[in-house]
Structures are given as C-alpha cells and as structure tokens.
C-alpha cells in the first residue's frame, strides 16, 4: 500500500461534525481493508472504524457507533470518516491505515501495514 494522507480535522464545538478523508497514493487500494484509529494524549491507539475492501461491510467501535460513518472510493483511492454528534471525549490525533486482515481483527492496530501521519480533530464542550 502507498503513502497514506489524512485531511479534514480541526477545531469543531460538541455536537459539531468533521469529515475526515484519507487518499492513498499508492496501489492496489481496493484490495486493502481501510481503518480509522486515534490517540489522545497519554492515552494508546484505539480503534475507530473499519471497511472492507469492496465497501460492503463496516466495523465500529462501541464508543462512535451510531454517530459515525466510514465509507470508501475506490475509484480515487480515498476512505472517508464522517463523524456527527461529537463529544469532547472524541479529541485525538485520528489515523487511517490499510492492511489486509480476518474481520475478527479488523480492530487490532497491529493487523494494519500502512499508516498515514495523522490529523488532529479538537472538540470543545
């Protein structure tokens, strides 16, 4: 998988919204599961969100389920993260990452290969 590049955070108020993008540069992106993971200071990466190669079939954690969505565009290399309802408890440096895994570990940061740099979502109360 190639070179990973997230966008779209910053500074938003509780129960804002951001939709964070990350493109990829390399190939082969289709074949690749897609996942979201962030970190607050001091805290470890935690997982976020998952999608299938194809799209077809998503993964969320218990703490976003119901207030955020992942999907993907093959077509332009690109997974997206559209998040609603955000709580300041949301704040972290969010990644995506690619890797091919079994679903069962689509949540274990270790099953993924390729990570982009990050970018920092903030909320406020």
């Known amino acids: 998988q190639g070179h990973l590049v997230e966008s779209g955070g910053g500074f938003v108020q509780a129960a804002g919204s951001l939709r964070l993008s990350c493109a990829s540069s390399?190939?082969?992106?289709?074949?690749?599961?897609m996942g979201w993971f962030r970190q607050a200071p001091g805290k470890e990466r935690e997982f976020v969100a998952a999608?299938?190669?194809?799209?077809?079939?998503?993964y969320y954690s218990d703490s976003v389920k119901g207030r955020v969505t992942i999907s993907r565009d093959n077509a332009k290399n690109t997974v997206f993260l559209q998040m609603n309802s955000l709580k300041p408890e949301d704040t972290a440096v969010y990644y995506c990452a690619a890797g091919i895994m079994a679903r069962r570990d689509f949540g274990k940061a270790s099953e993924y290969d390729s990570w982009g740099q990050g970018t920092q979502v903030t909320v406020s109360s």
């Open positions: 390399g190939g082969s992106f289709s074949v690749y599961t």
């Open positions: 999608v299938t190669s194809s799209g077809g079939y998503t």
